[in-house]
């Protein structure tokens, strides 16, 4: 039973450090997902369960699809061109490439805020030299791209949220009957 309490406790530290990466644009909701999977595998695939840890990728997934497309998806809205589509989704992952590297902690959402809008205002101003329109479109892209950040990061929380609840359901399952609360 100590060893039960102790994974849960793990699971959970792993998941606060999953949400934490999620917030700054790096891989946390796969840390999380995998985390669930080595505590289900621990407990023989009993406690989270196939069926839920599916559900969970699937989620994970569509919240990172979701991401990657939402600033495109924003200047598009506001009536970019196809090229600045391109240049938002482009631009958002360059950004936080290259930024990743200077500035350490924040750079993959610094960057990938600043490469969308630049993305997006390149990609409009190579169709039509209207600065305005372009500044407008990058603005767009950015607030698209905020929104699948704080998509993405609602993900994790909800990803986190559901494996830990599953593991806690599954241990009170198997050990309700020996806990003694008087």
Same mark, same amino acid.
């Given at each position: 039973?100590?060893?039960? &309490? ?20 790096? !891989? #946390?909701?796969? +840390?999380?997902? $995998?985390?669930?999977?080595? *505590?289900?595998? *621990? ?26 497309? @939402?600033?495109?998806?924003? @200047?598009?809205?506001?009536? @970019?061109?196809?090229? $600045? /589509? ?7 992952? $360059? #950004? ?5 590297? !200077?500035? !350490? ?5 610094? #960057?990938?805020? +600043? ?5 997006? +205002?390149?990609?409009?101003?190579? &169709? ?10 990058? /603005? *767009?892209?950015?607030? #698209?791209?905020?929104?699948?950040? &704080? ?6 929380? $909800? ?8 593991? @806690? ?7 309700? /009957? ?5």
């Amino acid at each position: 039973m100590i060893i039960d &309490v102790t994974l849960i406790l793990l699971l959970a530290l792993v998941a606060a450090a999953g949400l934490g990466l999620a917030v700054l644009q790096l !891989p #946390g909701i796969w +840390l999380i997902l $995998a985390a669930g999977v080595a *505590y289900d595998w *621990y407990f023989d695939w009993s406690r989270i369960t196939w069926v839920w840890l599916l559900a969970l990728l699937g989620l994970a997934v569509a919240s990172e699809i979701f991401d990657a497309l @939402a600033g495109a998806f924003a @200047a598009r809205k506001a009536g @970019a061109s196809k090229q $600045a /589509t391109i240049g938002a989704f482009i631009g958002g992952f $360059a #950004g936080m490439i290259i930024f990743s590297i !200077p500035i !350490p902690v924040l750079g993959t959402v610094v #960057g990938g805020l +600043l490469g969308c809008f630049c993305g997006a +205002l390149i990609g409009e101003m190579s &169709v039509r030299s209207d600065m305005t329109a372009g500044t407008k479109i990058g /603005t *767009y892209a950015v607030l #698209g791209k905020v929104i699948g950040i &704080v998509a993405k990061t609602g993900a994790a929380l $909800a990803v986190a949220g559901g494996l830990l609840t599953l593991a @806690a359901m599954g241990w009170w399952a198997e050990n309700a /009957t020996r806990i003694k609360l008087w």
